[in-house]
Nanobody
Framework: QVQLVESGGGLVQAGGSLTLSCTSSRSLSSLFVMAWYRQAPGNQRELVAHLSSSGNPYYVDSVKGRFTISRDDAKTTLYLHMTKLKPEDTAVYYC??????????WGQGTQVTVSS
């Protein structure tokens, strides 16, 4: 069992930056695919970025060049560094860890609000 806890959300002006953290209750092996999702009011939860077991990042087009996903060397914390934030980035951001062949684990989410 893995517990994921997100932190770092808050209120920021458009053009600003925030770094989200997702801390795991135990060290995650390279078998986990780690990802950030977000859900805005009235919308479905959507992928923002993920990090493969080999460390290769993937970003959706809307955040490419502005967001960076990374993981600490101990593989217990996943980060999402967000820059040049836009009001449309406002959402609850969730961390997801998916072991191969098993159901994913989700965090409880952290609110990011970008004011115009």
């Amino acid at each position: 069992q893995v517990q994921l806890v997100e932190s770092g959300g808050g209120l920021v002006q458009a053009g600003g930056s925030l770094t989200l953290s997702c801390t795991s209750s135990r060290s995650l092996s390279s078998l986990f695919v780690m990802a950030w999702y977000r859900q805005a009011p009235g919308n479905q939860r959507e992928l923002v970025a993920h990090l493969s077991s080999s460390g290769n990042p993937y970003y959706v087009d809307s955040v490419k060049g502005r967001f960076t996903i990374s993981r600490d060397d101990a593989k217990t914390t996943l980060y999402l560094h967000m820059t040049k934030l836009k009001p449309e980035d406002t959402a609850v951001y969730y961390c997801k860890a998916t072991p191969f062949g098993s159901a994913p684990y989700w965090g409880q989410g952290t609110q990011v609000t970008v004011s115009s």
